[in-house]
């Protein structure tokens, strides 16, 4: 793990609050949301775009979407910061190339790549790739691929200002209402997260070392 003397520990959680934050869980929704549509919708497609082949799987993996986020969030100490942040590269992502669908075969790839990269930007601790393809359950070569792969889909437009971070906030906020949520969204520095990447099919332990995921 690599540091450069920030101090961007995780704050202990209060007695009333939970253990996962609040975005992870609205994020989690739209996801899930998001693909259940698409994966219907590439049913009825001819053709689909090829953009997001580099993060296909063969099949979809076991691990739920809200599970795996919340691995990351487990084994990496990532703030939440960066899943909103990732979050807005996968929204770049299907605004840049709309012929490529997030589906179930690609959106754990995605998202633990998207995060990964979002803790680099943000955070000034955070663990190197080989930590993060062994919580993610991809191989270090894989996932180093997948980096390079997303930075040029993004054309390596990889900061995100203060204004767009509150919008999609303010966006989640709008998501959270429609569930009938009433918490706000805590707005953390943008400046301080931490690196992740989480696997694609594993069974949650309470060992404070990531478990190695099978397909």
Known sequence: MSSSGGDNHRAEPKLDEPTTPRVLTILSCVLKKLVARNDQLVLSLA???K???AFHGVRAPNITIPNYIERIYKYTNCSPSCFVVGYVYIDRLVHRYPDSLVVSLNVHRLL????????KILDDVHYNNAFYARVGGVTNTELNKLEIELLFLLD?????SSRVFESYC???EKEMMCNDATRK???????????D????????T??????????
């Open 47 to 49: 053709q689909l775009g």
């Open 51 to 53: 953009s997001f082949n």
């Open 112 to 119: 633990v790549t998207c995060v990964m990269v979002a803790s």
């Open 156 to 160: 390596f437009r990889v900061t995100v």
């Open 170 to 172: 303010q966006h989640l």
């Open 185 to 195: 969204i805590e707005r953390l520095p943008i400046s301080n997260s931490v690196d």
């Open 197 to 204: 990447v989480i696997e694609i099919s594993v069974e949650d």
């Open 206 to 215: 309470q060992t404070s070392s990531p478990p190695q995921i099978v397909d």
